[in-house]
């Protein structure tokens, strides 16, 4: 069974940053694109980067310059570096595994951003 976990979020300071890590259990096959999507209170979830892969990375225009998504196929785990946090960044952050099977995709459970002096 395929279990995806974030960790990693937390409260920062405006300017700060987080890095967010999602690990991802069981066997997944045929994985297309790794990414992030965000929830913010009160708003739609909106996405924020993935990682195709064949390594192209893409990303929101809101995180552009400011976030960085990467990962480790041995640990078959996804990250985002965040730097320049800023408070519209608070959000429950989502990552997911997308598949080429049936168009599967595995989501994680989410991890709290808050950002606030």
């Known amino acids: 069974q395929v279990q995806l976990v974030e960790s990693g979020g937390g409260l920062v300071q405006p300017g700060g940053s987080l890095s967010l890590s999602c690990a991802a259990s069981?066997?997944?096959?045929?994985?297309?694109?790794m990414g992030w999507s965000r929830q913010a209170p009160g708003k739609e979830r909106e996405w924020v980067a993935a990682?195709?892969?064949?390594?192209?990375?893409n990303y929101a225009d809101s995180v552009k310059g400011r976030f960085t998504i990467s990962r480790d196929n041995v640990k078959n785990t996804v990250y985002l570096q965040m730097n320049s946090l800023k408070p519209e960044d608070t959000a429950v952050y989502y990552c997911?595994?997308?598949?080429?099977?049936?168009?599967?995709?595995?989501w994680g459970k989410g991890t709290l951003v808050t950002v606030s002096s």
């Open positions: 069981g066997s997944i096959r045929s994985i297309t694109a």
């Open positions: 990682l195709t892969s064949a390594g192209s990375t």
């Open positions: 997911y595994f997308g598949t080429g099977v049936a168009g599967v995709i595995y």
